[in-house]
């Protein structure tokens, strides 16, 4: 398990520690903010697009190898800034990058499952969540130690090193999963598995937990020097986010696993407390800034591993690939959507009612779950005809 979960890692260091220092000072900065713009939307663009097709590669001819194609790539793509250093390969790299994500990223989440019984799905997906949440958290602040101290390059040569490492190491001591027999799936089955609510339910919610998480990385330090607040302050709220969502992951795989927890109330509890902390972003100074970050933290935290787990458990192992590279494509949704509409909001009245909106699309997110719930269990329905 120890390599997937290091891929989880690779994959977020790789997003946010180079996100995060794109536009900062140095030499070799993008000052431009169509460019910045630009690449950031490439590696995100990549996912959007490929997830789903990598997901559905590896349930054809296995999980594993699309695992090390993509860390091969996200190391070869990572070193072509690194031997070429100029604006025009780094738009390459981080295309590459951001297509090499999307096959291992799926892949790995479909071995957490396949490597590890149903009792214990939960914890497994906890621990996943949980490094993957570490290198959200470390990348921006190692990113912008390696930029600081030999630019975008060394930044680029320690990913290409990582992930290399990485599918060294996977390849030692990720053990072959054979895909399993499918049944034949037209794209009518396709749709009727997508839009059946044991799918649908938690995707759903898992990125309703990722739009409040990107909300609280990216607009709560605006919400804090609105008041007054200092960058510390700021960048001490986003870490105090990014940790409870670290540290509750794995409790709350464990929680389901002992059945402590369902995966209905966790995940109505969840959206609950991220609409509570978006609700308490509203409230001027340190005191509402910090309380919006655990709580989101903490809802993000809760809905992530019991909506991977729920998922799991629901889907056909044939398919699961297919199926968590779908969520993945849910998640990357969430994630580009909840901050269009806070920025939308805020641009034509503030950016209070912005969090106010999202804060109203989560809690009725919570009628979603009451309404079809999610039974951990239940089968998403699939075609029966041989082939």
Known sequence: MWPLYAAGFTTAFGAHGIA???????????????????????????????????????????????LLGGLVGFAVASAVYVL??????????????????????PA??????????AAKQGRAFGSY???????????????????WAGGRRLLFTVLAV??????VWALIAVPVVPPL????????????????????VPTAA?????????VGVGFLPVSGRVAGLGTVATGAAVSVLAACAAVVQPRAGRALDAGRLGARAGLTAGLLLAAAG????????????????????????????????????????????????????GRELGDAGGPLLVAAVATTATLTYGYAALAVVLAGGTALVAAFGVRRGARVTTSRRGG
């Open 206 to 214: 898992l990125a309703g937990a990722t739009a409040a998480l990107s």
């Open 278 to 329: 978006l609700a308490c972003a509203m409230l001027p100074g340190l005191a509402g800034l910090l309380l919006a970050a655990v709580l989101i933290g903490v809802g993000t935290g809760l809905i992530t591993p019991l909506g991977f787990a729920a998922l799991a458990s629901a889907t056909p192992p044939e398919r699961l690939g297919q199926t968590m590279g779908a969520a993945e494509l």
């Open 181 to 200: 027999p499918r049944a034949r799936q037209t794209v009518l089955d396709l749709a009727r598995r997508l839009a059946d609510p044991a799918f649908l």
């Open 162 to 167: 990582l992930g290399a490492a990485v599918a």
């Open 129 to 147: 969540g949980f490094y993957k949440s570490i290198g959200y958290t470390l990348g921006p602040l190692l990113g912008g130690v390696l930029v």
């Open 20 to 66: 995060a220092n794109l536009g900062g000072a140095g030499r070799d900065a993008v000052t431009s903010l169509l460019v910045l713009g630009g690449l950031l939307a490439l590696y995100d663009g990549a996912e959007v697009l490929l997830k789903p097709v990598f997901g559905t590669v590896a349930d054809r001819i296995g999980a594993r190898p699309v």
């Open 108 to 117: 790995a989440s479909s071995l957490v499952s396949r490597l590890n019984p």
């Open 84 to 105: 070429a250093d100029s604006p025009g390969w780094l738009w390459a790299a981080r295309l590459g990058q951001g297509a090499a994500a999307s096959a291992f990223s």
